[in-house]
């Protein structure tokens, strides 16, 4: 069972496996793994692949610089939020 576990976890690319632990309460070993995190660069590089794939599937165009698809996402973001923040009396 404990290889198992652990040859699951082999697969998964952002766990790396750390330690087997005895635990004396339930008598058995326990394997112990670390989550590792992606890189703030490595996150915006993701969503800067995402967030062209998506212009580019919506608009149906490629965009001339990734301004313009911060431009439309920002511009989708403000209509679809556009009551957020605001207060109404009456």
């Known amino acids: ?3 198992n ?3 699951m976890f082999d697969q998964v690319k952002n766990v790396e496996f750390m330690v087997i632990t005895y635990n004396e309460e339930i008598q058995a070993e326990i394997p112990s793994f670390k989550l590792k995190e992606p890189s703030t660069e490595e ?3 993701k969503a800067r692949i995402q967030n062209t794939k998506m212009f580019i599937q ?3 165009k490629m965009p001339q610089t ?3 698809v911060l431009a439309w996402i920002y511009d989708e973001h403000k209509e679809s939020h556009s009551d957020c923040g ?3 009396f009456s």
């Open 66 to 68: 990734y301004q313009e």
């Open 58 to 60: 919506i608009n149906k």
């Open 43 to 45: 996150w915006n590089k």
């Open 1 to 3: 069972m404990m290889s």
């Open 86 to 88: 605001t207060v109404t």
């Open 5 to 7: 576990a652990i040859d």
